[in-house]
């Protein structure tokens, strides 16, 4: 069974690049943050807002496990913050391959749309400049636990066709 975890920073392509890669490799894909959202009931703003950013982290926690041990090859795409938070990095790696997608602030901020920084209680409210500043300090403290993943990819200059592919090689070279 293969469980490929993408990892990296909020809009740096996690989903639409998952869903892609599912596709092509013949695999299922997962998205943790619509799983959530779904069996919740409720928007990530309004589950950080009503419950708190712990009650989401515990269910993200609690989702890794769960599909971690899932029948059947996967790709999960996972929230920007999961990295971050306990032993989480550690549980991944031991569950299957993880693959940060490595991504600048300032490309980051250029990919978000109005809507993709409204969907994310971190990111709302924040004009250009802030934006491009809280990300990038941000991202400093997460590097830590996003440069534990097995395969790191500079998506910067790649199409998303390259990173599939680059992503697909990895897996069958680690079958
Ligand atoms: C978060 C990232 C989001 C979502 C939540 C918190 C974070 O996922 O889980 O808004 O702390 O970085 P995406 O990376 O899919 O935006």
Known sequence: MKKIFLIGYMGCGK??????????????????????EQREGASISDIFYYQGEEYFRAAERALIEELG?????MVIST?????????????????????????????????????GRQKRPKLRGLNDEELV??????????????????????????????IIEHILQIVKQNE
């Open 15 to 36: 989903s639409s690049l998952g869903r892609k890669l599912a596709k092509a490799g013949g695999m299922e894909f997962m998205d943790m943050d619509s799983i959530i």
């Open 69 to 73: 041990a899932a029948e059947g090859d």
């Open 79 to 115: 929230g920007g913050g999961a990295p971050a938070w306990e032993d989480n990095m550690e549980r991944m790696n031991t569950l299957g391959a993880t693959v940060y997608l490595r991504r600048t602030a300032v490309q980051i901020a250029s990919r978000l749309s109005p809507h």
């Open 133 to 162: 500043a809280f990300m990038t300090a941000n991202m400093a403290e997460r590097e830590p636990f996003y440069s534990k993943a097995k395969h790191c990819i500079d998506c910067a200059q790649m199409s998303d066709v390259e």
